[in-house]
């Protein structure tokens, strides 16, 4: 199923080069400007991915260090940091997603770190992770509307009458 | 009246003034300079505060140290509340004064503690130096020097917090003190309706 | 009045209390809603967003340059950590080369806040225990520190120093001085307070065996730092992937077996003796030396060469002035990461060629603590709590940004 090659590599480095299979849909975007690595893929092929990722031999990414949401102006894009603490490497996932419902399959089930950190991420910029094991609001009041990292925020809050003179 | 209760205040405000109990409200940065105040270099019991008290049952000072945000706040009112009265404030650093770096388009802070319970001492700085904590203390010391026993009723209508907590539990919106007119610059008027805060031009440009 | 009979459902009637989020540890404010019976914890729920101030928002409508005072108020026990990943993730998307005089004065002031920090959780940590001794202890040397960060960039706790590119100013005449001195002179006050606390039966007592941590447990949560240096994973972001001038310096990374309180308080402590080691090195290995030396030799030799180790590039403190105003990184994204004393913090950074950020994304070590705790007090003691959560080392703005 998966070739050690030396042209596409997904960890640049001579002893640890997989390819990934085309069945995964990806697509390789430029790195980033430290040199790391970064993979678009589709939402319905993340966890497949993922757990390819953290399984494989080769790549071991055992680590998810963040996730984070980021309002593009024609789509929203998820955002996962995973690291190997074996190789010591890193890695972006990106996945993107339409503006108008956006939703993609939770990581709890991989990684516990993701749970906080989809949690976070819904409550700042509106994204619903399926099958996520508790998903309310975590920084915010329980009785906050709306999202405020988005971009078309208005804050209309009706605490906002205190900061009022 | 007052001629025959002179010793009495003196005396009374003097024991009062030198033994202030602060409560430990230490929420962001200042709260770290609050407890290098209270450490062997800058050293806080010589003026009194010979323990800071962690229930605010014993406290007879609340230092608000640090930002306070919208979800912190009713917890603050219910501290307040709960401390026995004669009691005071000292709003440490810009964040409690008003609002402070976050004052311009933050969403989630409250612009300055006074707009939740009455302010006996602005101290600025971010974050203040310990020296100043205890100029503050100082200058609160020499207030409560001033005060006398027959303006309890004044002291006491001053000093109500400037909202209420809502009746419903799961609600941490906090409603503004129907009792309280303007008093001075910077307190919230009373009662805003849900049109004036649509409209406001606030809260189209906090963007 | 003889005793009633109760049943045994009767008696283990689980009781719902509230560490509230203001408590007397310097933590912050943080709530834990806790489900007992009895004395055994059986759930906890931490309630964050007590501080939550919107940093990541505030991003988005500030220059890069007025972001850079409010990157100190992420975390301001390790402010100049927080200040390095947000410069080090800009000047890669700027590509700015940093000189080497600046990576060193970088260097050395990190590693002096990372024992300023150490030294206020050992304060914080052992007031949890009910020990008020150590805190003036700590707080002395703290103070020492703080004076000369004082001399150098003005402030006293939110320094403001760094800049894309190097640091603002050069370091004051006799500073390098001052910092040797106090070099050679902690080692022994780490030595006078760690006879009071390391063999201390109730210490001892308190935190052996007591929260440990398992290695899966720690790499699964993405705990990182000191916490998981006690479990005996050698995971040190200086060694695995050095960022400044780390792989000039010589230096070992702790590691202990049991992964439990008392070797998380091992670890910190040999960590304090471990930066000192580096700081010494580092000031005699600066390139230009002295701010005096470098100002005479400069004029002496004016030869304007790109090598010369007094007039190059590597003598200056900032690689290419830039202007404030008009500063515009090309269209990109960078991450940075740095290894604070709590952890790793990343900084994820996206712009499109404007002068304001599209994005930053902060992810602190103090997070994934907090998110671990209900994992590692459920069935143990209620007395238990404070020695497990005081040792994970978490500061709350951290957690809410």
Redesign the interface.
Known sequence: MTNVEKTENIVPETSNNIVIDEKFEVKHLDKTSDGIEVIDVSGDKLIELATYLKMHINTQFNMLLSVSGVDKSDCYEVVYHLFSTIFKKNLILKVRLNRESPSVESLCGLYSAANWHERETYDLLGINFNNHLSLERILLPKDWVGHPLRKDYVNNDKRLSWNER | MQIILTAVDFIYNWGRSNSLWPL??????C???M??AS???FDISRFGSEV?R?TPRQADLMITA??V?????P?LIR?YEQMPEPKYVIAMGACAVT?G??EN???????GVD??VPVDVYLPG??P?PEALLDAIIKLQKQMKTETILDRKKYLDAHKPR?TLSEDE?????L?NEEFEVIHW?V??TG?S?DE??T?A???S?? | MPVKNYNKSELNKEMIINVGPQHPSTHGVLRLVMTLNGEVIKDTKPVIGYLHRGMEKLAESRNYFQYLPMVDRVDYLSSFFCSAAFCYAVESIAELKVPKRAEYIRLITMEFNRIASHLMWVASFLLDLGATTPMFYAFREREDIVKLFEDLTGQRMMYNFYTFGGVKKDLPEGWMTKALDLCKSMPKMFDEYEAIITKNPIFMERTKGVGVLSQEMAVDYAITGANIRASAIDFDLRKTNPYSVYNEIDFKTHLAQNGDSYDRYRVRIAEMRESVKIIEQALKQIPGGTPEKLKVKSVNCGCKNEDCEFCGFDAQLVGKKLNAAVFKPPAGEAVSMIEAPRGVITCYVLSDGTNKPVRVKWRTPSFSSVQVLPELIKGKNYSDLMPIFGSLDVVLPEVDR
């Open positions: 430990t409200f230490a929420t962001s940065c709260g770290i300079e407890i290098s450490a062997a270099t800071f962690a640090g930002t945000t919208h979800r912190m706040a917890a501290l609002g770096m976050f388009d933050s969403y989630s802070v409250v612009r707009r939740l971010c974050p130096r909202v799961n609600c941490e919106v906090l503004p910077g919230q008027k805003y849900k805060i649509a406001s606030l809260s189209a906090s963007q």
